[in-house]
């Protein structure tokens, strides 16, 4: 079953702009994944965040992560074109599986 | 994508047969996973395995069955009794080391039902 919230579900700004992307869930996590997903292809892995941490950063990627409130926020800074795609998180379940959640897609507009 | 292999990329098959997708990997990763994606969905999970000749069900396991008679390999059969089966279909790895919880992705399989 499928234990990610997402929002929004779809998402449309000009190139240059910042892109947030939101993420809760219902039960205890060890660590929250996002991954990017390329029209027709496979996931691709962005961010891993645990349970422990509040925030993380990739390039121009910043993750942060609230316990508390059981959610977490994707944010593109400095969207470019080729950022269009569909953005998943995942929540590790167990030592073994992720639980996706369904996903914002989002699209860059030159 | 890279070392993942999934074939083929696109299968059409006739209601009432059973077809299989094939999922290869060179990354010597011992967990291997098959997640189904449908339209504007995200992912579930069909079947996964940790090591060989072991594999467990996931949520979405009815209509499907699996093998993992070798390390690198992890078909996914369809079978008949499975009542929608037009979907996109993914193999993803992952080792299984501590700490490493990311999983890698094939390139995925389109199966359409005529």
């Known amino acids: 079953s499928q234990q990610g919230e997402e929002d929004p579900q779809a998402l449309s700004i000009q190139e240059g702009e910042n892109a947030t992307m939101n993420c809760s869930y219902k039960t205890s996590i060890n660590n929250l994944q996002w991954y990017r997903q390329n029209s027709g292809r496979g996931l691709v892995h962005l961010i891993l965040i645990r349970s422990n941490e509040r925030e993380k950063h990739s390039g121009r990627l910043r993750v942060t992560l609230d316990t508390s409130k059981k959610s977490s926020s994707l944010l593109i800074t400095a969207s470019r074109a080729a950022d269009t795609a569909s953005y998943f998180c995942?929540?590790?379940?167990?030592?073994?599986?992720?639980?996706f959640g369904q996903g914002t897609r989002l699209t860059i507009n030159p | 994508d890279g070392g993942i292999t999934q074939s083929p990329k696109y299968l059409f098959r006739k209601e009432g047969q059973n077809v299989t997708l094939s999922c290869e990997q060179n990354?010597?990763?011992?967990?291997m996973y098959w997640y189904r994606q449908d339209p504007g969905q995200g992912l579930r999970l069909i079947y996964y395995?940790?090591?060989?000749?072991?594999?467990q069900k996931g949520d979405i396991a009815e209509g499907y069955s699996v093998s993992r008679e070798k390390k690198e390999s992890f078909p996914l059969t369809v079978t008949s009794a499975q009542k929608n089966p037009t979907a996109f279909y993914l193999c993803?790895?992952?080792?299984?080391?501590?700490?490493?919880?990311?999983?890698?992705f094939g390139p995925g399989t389109r199966l359409t039902v005529l």
């Open positions: 990354l010597n990763h011992d967990a």
């Open positions: 995942a929540r590790g379940q167990g030592a073994q599986k992720l639980v």
């Open positions: 395995s940790q090591i060989v000749n072991d594999f």
């Open positions: 993803a790895t992952r080792p299984l080391a501590v700490g490493t919880d990311t999983q890698y």
